[in-house]
């Protein structure tokens, strides 16, 4: 049954066990400890409805609840699994950026990333290595730079990489 | 002949008292020393004051930010504590770059950085106990 017809009938059937209960009380005095729904009980039919109300135990068996532990645990453990490979977990790169890099400047960011990748690998930076790459930089725009260079300034804030140097990384 | 010398104390003592005061009473002075702090995750924080870095037994302490709009990125912070822990980050923020600019002789800063290296928080001290 639909509930918003269910709910239009709790009113009506409470008034009638309600009037119910009044005119027992009237009539014969009850006992000192009679109930409305004693009342109600022996002057006015029960109604299906109102008995669906009642509150009942659970009505899950060991079974059935441990089966629904699994479905609930299985659930969890597919949110997590789609959040963790959402897009927003994916490494930035220049493809996928909000800045545009016309060929030229894609193709100093790429020879960037190849010295930054060298870097990693080889575990150092220095002075040096910096200066070298600086005038390339330089023809990127700063969004730019800065994804080029992030690898490498996660990998010294990491200790995956020693920067031997002094002063700025880049 | 003997007032001379006398005379000369109290001359001397009086001078001695006047000097004194801007000898003992050079303001309140705070060292900040350089502390890098490195996450796993690559996030970290650091914090110290120019002068200490500048002053520090060690040669190795260093600290500062560069606001650079051409070669490298507009902001970056870094800082080398004594016992070589490094750590860097950097911003687009036009904040700030503001803030760094302001950076000097008395300044200390506090910065803080994500997993990515992008700072989060960038604090600029300047006070005169940093000066030293």
């Known amino acids: 049954m639909p509930s918003s017809r269910l709910t239009l009938l709790v009113g009506p059937a409470c008034a009638i066990l309600g009037l119910g209960a009044g005119i027992a009380l009237t009539r014969h005095p009850a006992p000192a400890r009679a109930t409305a729904a004693a009342a109600a009980a022996t002057d006015t039919p029960p109604s299906r409805e109102v008995v669906a109300f009642v509150p009942t135990r659970a009505r899950l068996d060991d079974e059935e609840k441990q089966t629904l532990r699994t479905i609930v645990r299985e659930e969890l453990a597919a949110e997590r699994a789609a959040a963790s490979a959402s897009p927003s977990a994916k490494p930035a790169t220049a493809a996928d950026a909000t800045w545009q890099l016309s060929s030229d400047a894609m193709k100093v960011y790429d020879d960037v990333r190849v010295r930054v990748d060298d870097a990693i690998a080889r575990r150092t930076w220095s002075n040096e290595d910096r200066a070298a790459l600086r005038p390339q930089l330089a023809q990127l725009p700063p969004e730019a730079r800065i994804e080029a260079m992030r690898p490498l300034l996660i990998a010294v804030n990491q200790g995956k990489v020693n920067f031997t140097g002094h002063g700025p990384l880049l | ?132």
């Not at chain 2, 309140?28 to 350089?34: E, M």
């Not at chain 2, 914090?47 to 490298?72: F, H, K, N």
């Open chain 2, 1 to 132: 002949m003997n007032r001379l010398p006398f005379g000369i104390a109290i001359f001397g003592i009086a001078g001695a008292a006047c000097l004194a005061p801007s000898i003992a009473l050079g303001g309140q002075v705070s060292s900040l020393t350089v502390f890098v702090g490195n996450n796993p995750d690559g996030s970290g924080y650091f914090e110290g004051s120019l002068a200490a870095a500048r002053y520090s037994p060690d040669s190795v302490a260093d600290i500062g930010c560069a606001v650079d709009a051409l070669g490298t990125p507009p902001v970056q912070c870094w800082a080398r504590s004594s016992g070589n822990q490094y750590g860097s980050c950097t911003t687009t923020s036009a904040t700030a770059i503001t803030a760094v600019s302001g950076l000097n002789a008395a300044s200390g800063l506090l910065v803080a950085w994500d997993k990515t290296g992008t700072c989060t928080t960038i604090v600029v001290l300047n006070d005169s106990a940093l000066l030293h």
